[in-house]
């Protein structure tokens, strides 16, 4: 069957220190991976897709095939990072909706 | 120059009744989606619609009915409103996928927060 997993519901950390939000997933074939975030009260947005390949407000996140995971990951952390952040494997196309995992609210503590 | 708009923002109504949130989009996409978010804060997709037609309906009870009248918009009827529908609902959009992408990225709304007392 088909499942992400974030293990951690809360994580809080103190500014300025490195923070790892992990995602694991079971998906058949070769899924396309996203980190999606939400801050307080507003709406879900994109931070990153793994095949950009890209850096987003400091964070970064590297698909690892061998053990199905895709940790997310900021170096120092800052105050306005405080938010539920969402991983979203999918193997589907077209119109499929996004499945995704449980979500894993970062607290920054100044 | 919103991109993806939702109204209401709030809705408080008793059990039993029938309730409408709209959703549009401006982006251009051809694909839009409904999903439901729980007091948890768990994410679920509920629908979702290509050039006006279902694509995706998740073990939805049929109290909810989708409605795309055209691709920019996708409205979400609820009869006889119950308890446990109390969430936050998000509208999303996307574009179909051209070759060789297998996804593109979504974007949602603001959210309903809808409230059943």
């Known amino acids: 069957a088909q499942r992400v997993t974030q293990p951690e519901k809360l994580l809080s950390v103190f500014k300025g220190a490195p923070v790892e939000l992990k995602c694991n997933y079971s998906?058949?074939?070769?899924?396309?991976l996203f980190w999606y975030v939400q801050y307080s009260r507003q709406r879900l947005q994109l931070l990153l897709r793994?095949?950009s390949r890209e850096s987003i407000k400091g964070f970064t996140a590297d698909l690892n095939k061998g053990e199905t995971s895709f940790h997310l990951k900021k170096p120092f952390a800052q105050e306005e990072d405080s938010a539920m952040y969402y991983c979203a494997p999918s193997s589907g196309g077209g119109a499929d909706g996004l499945t995704f995992g449980k979500g894993t609210h970062l607290i920054i503590q100044p | 120059d919103t991109a993806v708009s939702q109204t209401p923002k709030y809705l408080v109504t008793q059990m039993g009744n029938d309730k409408s949130i709209k959703c549009e989009q401006n982006?251009?996409?051809?694909?839009m989606y409904w999903y439901k978010q729980d007091s948890k804060k768990f994410l679920k997709i509920m629908f979702s619609?290509?050039?006006?037609?279902?694509?995706i309906n998740e073990t939805v009870p049929n109290r909810f009915s989708p409605k795309s009248p055209d691709k920019a918009h996708l409205n979400l009827h609820i009869n006889s409103l119950e308890l446990g529908d109390s969430a936050v609902y998000f509208c999303?959009?996307?574009?179909?996928?051209?070759?060789?992408?297998?996804?593109?990225?979504?974007?949602f709304g603001p959210g309903t927060r809808l409230l059943v007392l």
């Open positions: 998906y058949s074939g070769s899924p396309e």
């Open positions: 999303a959009s996307s574009q179909w996928p051209g070759q060789g992408v297998m996804r593109e990225t979504q974007y």
């Open positions: 793994h095949i």
């Open positions: 982006l251009g996409h051809d694909t």
């Open positions: 619609y290509n050039n006006k037609e279902l694509i």
